[in-house]
């Protein structure tokens, strides 16, 4: 049951029918968790007892660590106590994520390295075999989350019925955004039914997100996959056409999920955070990550970053902390060497730019990166820096990533790869490729200026008349089946 689909649609449609008929709160959240395990249920019924028992094992810790709450009985050995329940659950968590996702990438680390034969056999036979969860890596770093509050002083939750329907909601369940436990809870204190503005806008981002992903992601992604499936066939230019194609999926493809995410939580009169602030438009890789996956970095800086020293604690630990956070970032994607390289890679932007920022201040230079040339050129590095590193996500393997990296420059492409992908394949040539990528990052130019410049926005009753012309033109110009959103794979 995929957000684009129409059983989605009646499944939301059936389920808002019956929890706004319900008045009370809890049984409402006992529908919320009905609905989230049909949801689950029609992607791997299979885990959802082993998702479950983490819940129960996380809730369980948590007002272990929570208690008790008098201070007169708060002392070393309680507070020891505390930490040793606080590290157990980060351990299981993180556990559990690594049983997952990373035994096989260890497995044939271990067994290349060593060129030992039963490793990377064994690697072989769990990537064949074992199937991670979906959403594991959000579910595990919400429960990290959790337990880190409960223990800096946050009340734990009193109720298995209100954490299990926080973890399994099903709109945030899958690929997020990440969610903090008490900032979702506490809404149902003030619960209201959504007056007719506000539904119209749950309603014009499941639009908007099923255009972005549908319309303009998918078809981005079927030029993307030929070519990065015929390498060794594409020339430079079409080499340099992908990789742009593949920031701007990527972007549309996670950004419209969320849409359609936080839509769908307006409709249940809920808020979600965002996730996605026009990341494309960042004048360096700092402000980069404050606008892309924006729970992901809120999580780092708030988990790990600040419990580091943060820049509290002088340059070159600042750099180091920089560097620790974004590695974690990359291992978190996926299991792979490519992925540790793009976070590394991140992580060293990340020291550059603070060095930078640290020179320009020092030499009062901040006023010439507020200058027309200075904000376009600390514009067009931070994303050439983006968009390349996009590389190593797209193809984690170094023999791929490093062809493609060696042939960007006065490589022609085969004549066979211009006639099967973009004639036969696609229907299209490849100034009309390049046309198409011009245009969509002129529109997303327009969005930021008309949003962020001039703070405008449509009004209701213009977006109630545009929404069933989205979800017509997704339906008529969406790619027949569509494509497996990017992020599941995270």
């Given at each position: 049951?995929?957000?684009?689909?129409?059983?989605?649609?009646?499944?939301?449609?059936?389920?808002?029918?019956?929890?706004?008929?319900?008045?009370?709160?809890?049984?409402?959240?006992?529908?919320?968790?009905?609905?989230?395990?049909?949801?689950?249920?029609?992607?791997?019924?299979?885990?959802?007892?082993?998702?479950?028992?983490?819940?129960?094992?996380?809730?369980?810790?948590?007002?272990?660590?929570?208690?008790?709450?008098?201070?007169?009985?708060?002392?070393?050995?309680?507070?020891?106590?505390?930490?040793?329940?606080?590290?157990?659950?980060?351990?299981?968590?993180?556990?559990?994520?690594?049983?997952f996702k990373y035994i096989p990438f260890l497995l044939n680390t271990l067994g290349s390295l060593y060129n030992l034969p039963i490793l990377l056999e064994s690697a072989s036979w769990v990537q064949s075999y074992v199937?991670?969860?979906?959403?594991?890596?959000?579910?595990?770093?919400?429960?990290?989350?959790?337990?880190?509050d409960i223990y800096r002083g946050a009340p734990a939750c009193a109720s298995p019925l209100h954490f299990t329907a926080y973890k399994f909601f099903f709109p945030k369940l899958i690929s997020g955004p990440i969610t903090?436990?008490?900032?979702?809870?506490?809404?149902?204190?003030?619960?209201?039914?959504?007056?007719?503005?506000?539904?119209?806008?749950?309603?014009?981002?499941?639009?908007?997100?099923?255009?972005?992903?549908?319309?303009?992601?998918?078809?981005?992604?079927?030029?993307?996959?030929?070519?990065?499936?015929?390498?060794?066939?594409?020339?430079?230019?079409?080499?340099?056409?992908?990789?742009?194609?593949?920031?701007?999926?990527?972007?549309?493809?996670?950004?419209?999920?969320?849409?359609?995410?936080?839509?769908?939580?307006?409709?249940?009169?809920?808020?979600?955070?965002?996730?996605?602030?026009?990341?494309?438009?960042?004048?360096?890789?700092?402000?980069?990550?404050?606008?892309?996956?924006?729970?992901?970095?809120?999580?780092?800086?708030?988990?790990?970053?600040?419990?580091?020293?943060?820049?509290?604690?002088?340059?070159?630990?600042?750099?180091?902390?920089?560097?620790?956070?974004?590695?974690?970032?990359?291992?978190?994607?996926?299991?792979?060497?490519?992925?540790?390289?793009?976070?590394?890679?991140?992580?060293?932007?990340?020291?550059?730019?603070?060095?930078?920022?640290?020179?320009?201040?020092?030499?009062?230079?901040?006023?010439?990166?507020?200058?027309?040339?200075?904000?376009?050129?600390?514009?067009?590095?931070?994303?050439?820096?983006?968009?390349?590193?996009?590389?190593?996500?797209?193809?984690?393997?170094?023999?791929?990533?490093?062809?493609?990296?060696?042939?960007?420059?006065?490589?022609?492409?085969?004549?066979?790869?211009?006639?099967?992908?973009?004639?036969?394949?696609?229907?299209?040539?490849?100034?009309?490729?390049?046309?198409?990528?011009?245009?969509?990052?002129?529109?997303?130019?327009?969005?930021?200026?008309?949003?962020?410049?001039?703070?405008?926005?449509?009004?209701?009753?213009?977006?109630?008349?545009?929404?069933?012309?989205?979800?017509?033109?997704?339906?008529?110009?969406?790619?027949?089946?569509?494509?497996?959103?990017?992020?599941?794979?995270?």
């Amino acid at each position: 049951m995929t957000f684009l689909s129409l059983t989605y649609g009646l499944f939301l449609i059936g389920f808002l029918g019956i929890y706004w008929i319900i008045p009370n709160t809890n049984w409402r959240l006992f529908i919320i968790v009905i609905a989230s395990l049909t949801f689950y249920a029609s992607w791997q019924i299979q885990y959802i007892p082993l998702l479950l028992i983490t819940i129960l094992f996380n809730y369980c810790l948590a007002n272990g660590i929570g208690e008790p709450l008098d201070w007169r009985i708060a002392n070393d050995e309680w507070n020891i106590r505390r930490l040793l329940l606080l590290w157990l659950g980060i351990i299981v968590n993180i556990l559990l994520l690594f049983s997952f996702k990373y035994i096989p990438f260890l497995l044939n680390t271990l067994g290349s390295l060593y060129n030992l034969p039963i490793l990377l056999e064994s690697a072989s036979w769990v990537q064949s075999y074992v199937i991670p969860p979906l959403g594991l890596s959000f579910f595990c770093f919400e429960c990290i989350a959790y337990l880190i509050d409960i223990y800096r002083g946050a009340p734990a939750c009193a109720s298995p019925l209100h954490f299990t329907a926080y973890k399994f909601f099903f709109p945030k369940l899958i690929s997020g955004p990440i969610t903090r436990y008490h900032n979702f809870i506490n809404q149902f204190k003030k619960l209201q039914f959504p007056h007719p503005e506000k539904m119209t806008e749950g309603l014009w981002l499941i639009a908007i997100g099923a255009v972005k992903k549908a319309l303009l992601a998918d078809n981005l992604g079927r030029f993307v996959d030929l070519s990065f499936s015929n390498l060794q066939r594409a020339g430079s230019e079409d080499l340099w056409l992908a990789t742009f194609a593949y920031g701007l999926q990527l972007y549309l493809d996670f950004s419209g999920y969320v849409d359609i995410a936080i839509g769908s939580a307006v409709l249940m009169g809920l808020t979600l955070p965002q996730n996605f602030d026009y990341p494309y438009f960042s004048t360096s890789i700092a402000d980069f990550w404050r606008r892309w996956h924006i729970t992901l970095g809120d999580w780092l800086r708030n988990y790990i970053y600040f419990p580091l020293g943060g820049s509290r604690v002088g340059l070159i630990r600042t750099c180091l902390n920089l560097f620790i956070i974004m590695s974690i970032a990359g291992i978190w994607h996926g299991a792979a060497w490519g992925f540790i390289v793009w976070g590394m890679l991140h992580g060293l932007g990340l020291i550059i730019h603070r060095i930078t920022e640290a020179i320009s201040l020092k030499l009062s230079l901040e006023s010439l990166w507020k200058t027309i040339p200075g904000i376009f050129f600390s514009w067009f590095l931070t994303q050439a820096m983006v968009f390349g590193t996009w590389i190593f996500f797209r193809l984690p393997n170094f023999k791929d990533s490093g062809w493609l990296i060696s042939h960007l420059w006065n490589y022609p492409s085969d004549a066979q790869f211009v006639q099967k992908v973009y004639l036969e394949s696609l229907g299209v040539t490849r100034s009309q490729i390049t046309d198409c990528l011009i245009a969509i990052g002129l529109l997303m130019t327009l969005s930021y200026g008309l949003n962020r410049g001039l703070k405008l926005d449509l009004n209701w009753g213009i977006k109630l008349v545009l929404i069933p012309l989205c979800f017509y033109a997704v339906w008529l110009l969406a790619p027949q089946g569509g494509l497996p959103y990017i992020y599941f794979d995270f």
